[in-house]
């Protein structure tokens, strides 16, 4: 069973920044892609950033700003955010796709909260 573990979620000030952590663990494939999404209250989970490989791509609320990056040793993806902005307040949900037997298994973590204010 894939499980993710997030961390780094906190309370900042507006143009601060924080990093968060995603460890996965339980998987038996080497070929996953990896995410990280976010939802605000009253608005639905969106996309933030994602990677697979070489390949990286970013929603444009974020770019320039947010990092996605993972360390194969330690089986972690970690979001550098940046220059924070209120609207940026959500929780974060790290996401990982399986694939492997033809197949695509999607798993996700428990979230983690981000504030930015002042």
């Known amino acids: 069973q894939v499980q993710l573990a997030e961390s780094g979620g906190g309370l900042v000030q507006p143009g601060g920044s924080l990093r968060l952590s995603c460890a996965v663990s339980?998987?038996?494939?080497?070929?996953?892609?990896m995410g990280w999404y976010r939802q605000a209250p009253g608005k639905q989970r969106e996309v933030v950033a994602r990677?697979?490989?070489?390949?990286?791509g970013y929603s444009d609320s974020v770019k320039g700003r947010f990092t996605i990056s993972g360390d194969n040793g330690k089986n972690t993806v970690y979001l550098q955010m940046n220059s924070l902005k209120p609207e940026d307040t959500a929780v974060y949900y790290c996401?990982?796709?399986?694939?492997?037997?033809?197949?695509?298994?999607?798993?996700w973590g428990q979230g983690t909260q981000v504030t930015v204010s002042s």
């Open positions: 996401n990982a796709v399986v694939y492997g037997s033809g197949r695509a298994d999607n798993y």
């Open positions: 339980g998987s038996r494939s080497s070929s996953l892609t």
């Open positions: 990677i697979n490989g070489g390949s990286i």
